[in-house]
C-alpha cells in the first residue's frame, strides 16, 4: 500500500504536510474506490467543482453551522482535486486535457468563493468598493497560483525527471494550437487555448525560470544528469517552504479561520499584503537559482555546438 501511494506522488519536495498525510492519503482510497466504479478522473474533477461550488454558496451566509458544513464540503473538493490526478496516475489515463480542466475548475470554484465572500459583505452593510478588493485579490491569487505551479513543475522536471513534471512550452503549444481548426476540433481547440493563454502568463511572470527550463531541454534531450539534478534539489528545494504557502491549504485553513471569526474580507487583504509578500521573495530567490544555473547550461550547449 504505501509503494502505491507514493507512486501516485508528484514529488514528496513538493509536497505539503496537509497533502502528505492526509490530501494524498484520503485521494488515494478515493482513486482506488472511482477505480473500481470505473470512473474516469475527468468525472472526479467534475465532483470535485461541485462540491466546491457548494461550499462557496454556504459561506454566503453568516451561520456558522452552514459555514462549517461549506468548510467539510470544501475539503471534499481538495481531497477530490487530489484524487483526480491520482486516479490518473494509477490507472495510467492522465492527459493534457485533463490536466487543463483540473486547473479550469480550481478556478471556478475559487471564483465561486470570492463572489459570495464579496456578497457576504455587502449583505452586511460593506462599501461596493469590496467588489474592487476582491477582484485585485483574486487576481493576485492567480499570480501567485500560476508562479506556483511553474516552479514546481521546473522543480519537478529537474529533479524527478520528465515524467513526473508537467513541462510544456507556450512556442510548441502555439504550434499544435495552429495545427488544430475550429470547426473540425472546437473543445481541444478551446482548451488549448486556455491552456496556451495560462502558460504565456507563466512564462511572461517568470522569464529566468522560463529560459533556463528552455535551456535545459535542449541540454539535456536525454534527461537531466544526475551530478546537476543533484545541485538543483540543494538549490531550489529550500525555495518550497515559501512556495508551498502560496498553494490551496494555505488559503484554506485562513480562509477557515476568518470564517469563524466572522472577518471574511480580511481574507481579500491577506492575498494582497502577507501572499504578495511571499511571492515576490519566492520569485526573487528562484530568480537566484536561475541565474546559477542559466550561464553553466548555456556554455554547455556552446561548447557542444563548437564541438
Known amino acids: 500500500m504505501p509503494a502505491a501511494i507514493e507512486g501516485t506522488y508528484k514529488n514528496r519536495d513538493v509536497e505539503g504536510l496537509l497533502d502528505v498525510y492526509f490530501y494524498r492519503r484520503v485521494g488515494f482510497a478515493l482513486a482506488r474506490f472511482f477505480s ?29 453551522r452552514l459555514n462549517l458544513f461549506g468548510m467539510g464540503l470544501h ?35 475559487f471564483v ?14 460593506a462599501s461596493p468598493a469590496i467588489w474592487l478588493l476582491a477582484l485585485a485579490a483574486g487576481l493576485s491569487h492567480a499570480v501567485q497560483g500560476g508562479f506556483a505551479d511553474y516552479a514546481r513543475n521546473a ?20 504550434a499544435e494550437y495552429e495545427q488544430l481548426r475550429w470547426r473540425r ?20 511572470f517568470s522569464p529566468a525560470l522560463m529560459r533556463l527550463r528552455a535551456a535545459a531541454g535542449q541540454a539535456f534531450p536525454a534527461g537531466v544528469p544526475s551530478e546537476i539534478q543533484t545541485r538543483y534539489r540543494a538549490a531550489a528545494r529550500p525555495l518550497f517552504k515559501w512556495i508551498g504557502l502560496l498553494m490551496t491549504n494555505t ?45 553553466e547550461i548555456a556554455a554547455l550547449i556552446e561548447s557542444r555546438n563548437q564541438a
Open 36 to 64: 473500481r466504479l470505473g470512473m474516469t478522473p475527468t468525472a472526479v474533477t467534475l465532483l470535485s467543482g461541485i462540491s466546491g461550488l457548494a461550499a462557496g454558496h454556504l459561506y454566503y451566509y453568516r451561520d456558522l
Open 75 to 109: 475539503v471534499l473538493s481538495n481531497a477530490l482535486d487530489n484524487a483526480d490526478g491520482q486516479l490518473a496516475r494509477l490507472t495510467n489515463k492522465g492527459s493534457r486535457s485533463g490536466r487543463i480542466l483540473d486547473s479550469i475548475s480550481d478556478h471556478i470554484v
Open 112 to 125: 465561486g468563493i470570492y463572489v459570495h465572500l464579496v456578497l457576504r459583505c455587502l449583505a452586511a452593510g
Open 155 to 174: 522543480y519537478l522536471f529537474f529533479v524527478a525527471g520528465r515524467s513526473r513534471a508537467e513541462v510544456d512550452s507556450s512556442v510548441r503549444l502555439r
Open 185 to 204: 476540433d472546437f473543445w481541444q481547440k478551446l482548451l488549448l487555448r486556455i491552456y496556451l493563454n495560462f502558460t504565456i502568463g507563466q512564462e511572461t
Open 251 to 295: 488559503r484554506m485553513l485562513v480562509l477557515f479561520l476568518l470564517l469563524i471569526l466572522d472577518h471574511p474580507a480580511w481574507y481579500f487583504v491577506m492575498e494582497l499584503t502577507l501572499l504578495n509578500l511571499v511571492l515576490a521573495y519566492a520569485l526573487i530567490r528562484q530568480n537566484q537559482v536561475c541565474r546559477f544555473f542559466v550561464p
